[in-house]
């Protein structure tokens, strides 16, 4: 069974702060990881990807992957109340299929 | 516009009954997938596809059957044997591939009464 495991939270931060979101993954074979971001009683919906070891920036969030450790996480700058919402990571392997943790709940707090 | 349309966006379910979800995508993508998320948990695969009149049962199959007959085309059936189906169900579909992002529905909520 492939697993991925996230912290359910919730975390909380203050506005401003820089928000860390971990994920770990059992399935060595994985090969591309994503966030999503999904708000209370709305779809999820593509915040990053990344493939290769290292970080990878997009305006106010980096995604970092170890596939030596097996770990993912999501590291959000500046938060806004805005990024209050649970996050969703998942992973792909060699099947095709995304297999979800259970998300993270952020809350940013002014 | 592309993208995914899942009707309804509530329905309500008697005891003993079958109910259907529809899932379209105009995307053209080959792969489809049928999503269970119950409240503070993850989204469990019940159902995907990934071509045409074929279909793989995810994590949590029992209690739901499936169809794709039509590449645009994916429904869910939640059956009498499905013994707590109240859930919000997400349908997805991608591009078949490792790096291709999944891309959503607005969902349906179902609810036994």
Redesign the interface.
Same mark, same amino acid.
């Given at each position: 069974q492939k697993e991925v495991e996230q912290n359910s939270g919730p975390l909380s931060v203050p506005e401003g702060a820089i928000a860390s979101l971990n994920c770990t993954y059992s399935d060595r074979g994985s090969q591309s990881f994503f966030w999503y971001r999904q708000y209370s009683g709305k779809s999820p919906e593509l915040i990053m990807f990344i493939y290769s070891n290292g970080d990878k920036e997009d305006g106010r969030f980096t995604a970092q992957l170890n596939k030596a450790s097996q770990y993912v996480s999501l590291l959000i700058r500046d938060s806004q109340p805005s990024d209050s919402a649970t996050y969703l990571c998942a992973v792909k392997g060699g099947s095709y299929i995304p297999t979800f943790g259970r998300g993270t709940s952020l809350i940013v707090h002014p | 516009d592309g993208g995914i349309t899942q009707s309804p966006k509530y329905l309500f379910r008697k005891e003993g009954q079958n109910v259907t979800l529809s899932c379209e995508q105009n995307l053209n993508h080959d792969?489809m $997938?049928w $999503?269970r998320q119950d409240p503070? @948990? !993850?989204?469990?695969?019940i159902y995907?596809s @990934?071509i045409v009149n074929d279909f793989q049962k995810?994590?949590i199959a029992e209690g739901y059957s499936v169809s794709r007959e039509k590449k645009e085309s994916f429904p869910l059936t939640v059956t009498s044997a499905q013994k707590n189906p109240t859930a919000f169900y997400?349908c &997805?579909s991608?591009i078949?591939?490792?790096?291709?992002? &999944? =891309? =959503?529905? @607005? !969902?349906t909520r179902l609810t036994v009464v």
């Open positions: - | 792969a $997938y $999503y503070g @948990q !993850g989204l469990r695969l995907y @990934q995810g994590d997400l &997805a991608s078949v591939g490792v790096n291709t992002e &999944a =891309f =959503f529905g @607005q !969902g």
